[in-house]
């Protein structure tokens, strides 16, 4: 079955920017999602089509796609950032497919 | 206000059967694929099962072996999860989440709050 992979963790200085990736089989030829999950709380939708940013969500989160490789990026990363991130994609064998998640933490 | 609100969760021996709701408040349900994705404590999303806007097209996780099946009532503006044969593994935090589009093969825009299932003898 189809998989993604997620760093557990990242970590990252207020106002840097933060990389999360996401990496699987010719991940660049699906459309990927991203999801920001809060300690308590449901998941939210932030990117959808690889860089489709849902509205209400700010201009610092940004998504790219190519290759193996999705990778969210936050700029300008505050402490309301910190938060569990998750990857999602299609696949045609497996079908809908989460990430393992990565933790960010705002040090 | 635009909200999906899942129940029917509660604590339920091994082997038994459990079926959860998700109704739509806000907007029409029929538009959408529907989708139900569970967190074990302490871990990550893992999806369950997602059904099309009109039923055709349903898909569930390979590891649930069966025992799940999605459906959905539109004229009641609601989604569904039969479980069978729970395992102390489907002890889980279980989410209804929209489809951004009216087939399987999209994202997923808008979550409910989420019921726990918890499976203990």
């Known amino acids: 079955s189809y998989a993604l992979i997620q760093p557990p963790s990242v970590s990252v200085s207020p106002g840097q920017t933060a990389t999360i990736s996401c990496s699987g089989d010719?991940?660049?030829?699906?459309?990927v999602s991203w999801y920001q999950q809060r300690p308590g709380q449901s998941p939210l939708l932030l990117l959808h089509?690889?860089?489709q940013r849902l509205a209400g969500i700010p201009a610092r989160f940004s998504g790219s796609n190519a290759g193996n490789t999705a990778t969210l990026t936050i700029t300008e990363t505050q402490s309301v950032d910190e938060a569990e991130y998750y990857c999602?994609?299609?696949?045609?064998?497996?079908?809908?497919?989460f990430g393992g998640g990565t933790k960010l933490t705002v040090l | 206000q635009v909200r999906l609100v899942e129940s029917g969760g509660g604590v339920v021996q091994p082997g038994t059967s459990l079926t959860l709701s998700c109704a739509a408040a806000g907007f029409n349900l029929e538009s959408y694929a529907m989708s139900w994705v569970r967190q074990a404590p302490g871990k990550g999303l893992e999806w369950v099962a997602v059904l099309s806007h009109d039923a055709a097209n349903k898909y569930q996780a390979g590891s649930l072996k069966g025992r799940f099946t999605i459906s959905r009532d539109n004229s009641k503006n609601s989604v569904y999860l039969q479980m069978n044969g729970l395992t102390p593994e489907d002890t889980a935090v279980y989410f209804c989440a929209k489809g951004i589009g009216r087939g399987v093969l999209g994202a997923f825009d808008l979550w409910g709050q989420g019921t726990m299932v918890t499976v203990s003898s």
């Open positions: 999602q994609v299609w696949d045609s064998a497996t079908a809908v497919v």
């Open positions: 089509q690889d860089k």
């Open positions: 010719k991940l660049g030829h699906n459309y």
